[in-house]
């Protein structure tokens, strides 16, 4: 019988910062389409086991390697170890990020420079031997985690939003160079989702929190597992025709214009 276009058994997928929070939720979703899960976590041993334990309770084959998706040289050494110890990479998500919420007069360079180092430097880093060893295999998927910001500002996310548009036009330019390669690079735009990342405007009663329920047609928050579904179709031969796009998960929000909040 035919395999689902959505199949993923037999293919090692790397979702990078996977230990928690939407790079999880994607995980456990290319698990559950059949995928061998690899993570990372750059500081914590402790995190990558306990997050391994969850993918297991899922009955879903997990690994996980500690290194910093900025460290070129480790980078490297980490691709090597898991392609000789797991297989070679099929499917790569870059999702590993930080955001720090500070108005761009008052934010130090350094800090705007590390957000730009690890959201948007760190995908670039971990794709080239990842997709190398791809090309040399014939093909593979890489997907890379954008943002709304990719499209809309907002106060004090500047350093955020300069990462993730960039991030957006990286996808583009690695899909122009890959394609020829069966190499689909595309994006990921989550919306307003219900995470650690948010939590500290998500508290109900916070301004920010009733602005996005009013602001996001669908009236909600979303919920990690929304992704899944998204991650599974960009990682699979259902999408080997679909590169250097971004797929917005949002719950329509940058469909509309939004409505006045009494409405
Ligand atoms: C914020 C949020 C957003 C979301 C997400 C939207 O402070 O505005 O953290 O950045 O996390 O990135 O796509």
């Known amino acids: 019988m035919s395999k689902s276009l ?30 061998v899960i690899v993570i990372n976590d750059r500081k914590s041993d402790d995190n990558i086991a306990a997050a391994i334990d969850q993918y297991k309770s899922r009955g879903i084959t ?9 460290d070129e040289p480790g980078v490297e050494a980490a691709v090597a170890r ?4 797991v297989g070679p990479i099929d499917i790569l998500v870059n999702n590993a990020g930080i ?19 690890i959201d948007l430097t760190g995908a670039f880093v971990m794709s080239k031997p990842v997709v190398k060893s791809m090309i040399e295999r ?23 939003a300069a990462a993730k548009g960039g991030l957006k036009m990286l996808t583009r330019n690695m899909a122009t160079e890959w394609a020829k390669h069966n190499v689909q690079v595309n994006g990921i735009g989550p919306g307003y989702f219900a995470t650690s990342q948010t939590a500290p405007i998500r508290v ?27 991650a599974v179709f960009l990682s699979s031969r259902a999408s080997d025709f679909v590169t250097g796009q971004v797929v917005y998960v949002d719950g329509g929000i940058l469909a509309t214009i939004g409505k006045p909040a009494n409405e």
């Open 99 to 117: 955001i720090k919420r500070v108005p761009l007069l008052e934010m130090p360079t350094e800090d705007f420079e590390e957000v730009i180092r």
């Open 6 to 35: 959505f199949d993923l058994n037999g293919k090692v997928a790397l979702v990078t910062g996977a230990t928690h929070g939407l790079g999880m939720a994607m995980a456990m979703g290319l698990g559950e389409a059949g995928a």
């Open 82 to 85: 898991i392609e000789k110890e």
């Open 62 to 70: 997990a690994h996980g390697y500690r290194f910093d998706i900025t």
């Open 204 to 230: 109900d009663g916070h301004p920010f929190n009733d602005f996005i329920i009013q602001r996001t047609p669908a009236g909600r928050w979303g919920e990690p597992s929304d992704l899944a579904g998204t």
């Open 138 to 160: 014939g093909g593979g998927k890489v997907i890379n985690i954008c943002s709304m910001m990719s499209e809309l500002g907002r106060d004090s996310v500047g350093a955020y």
